[in-house]
Nanobody
Framework: VQLQASGGGLVQAGGSLRLSCVAS????????VGWFRQATGKEREFVTA????????YYADSVKGRFTISRDNAKNTVYLQMNSLKPEDTAVYYC?????????????WGQGTLVTVSS
């Protein structure tokens, strides 16, 4: 599976962005998919994951209530809707896919897309 993330950009605090991650191959629906992020000088951290059919979701406490993950298996795509963005959300966001819930191991990574939130 190859993953291609997009949708990052510059946004003011309180604004919104939607990230997309398109997967190649026909086995997308077999994977748990989700998002991680890495801010400058910090370790990569888990953000959110969604189950195989989209019925289960899991969020880091720092984004709960502000971010929403969804997936469209027909389009091999996972989305991350980010609302009420804060400067501390600034990071490179990576999509990932794996087989263990909630993405405790990651078999595939996308290339990352930069999100910058200005205060």
């Amino acid at each position: 599976v190859q993953l291609q993330a997009s949708g990052g950009g510059l946004v003011q605090a309180g604004g919104s962005l939607r990230l997309s991650c398109v997967a190649s191959g026909h086995t997308f629906s077999r994977y748990v998919v989700g998002w991680f992020r890495q801010a400058t000088g910090k370790e990569r951290e888990f953000v959110t994951a969604i189950g195989w059919r989209g019925g289960s979701t899991y969020y880091a406490d720092s984004v709960k209530g502000r971010f929403t993950i969804s997936r469209d298996n027909a389009k091999n795509t996972v989305y991350l809707q980010m609302n009420s963005l804060k400067p501390e959300d600034t990071a490179v966001y990576y999509c990932a896919a794996g087989t263990r819930w909630p993405l405790v191991t990651q078999d595939y990574w996308g290339q990352g897309t930069l999100v910058t939130v200005s205060s």
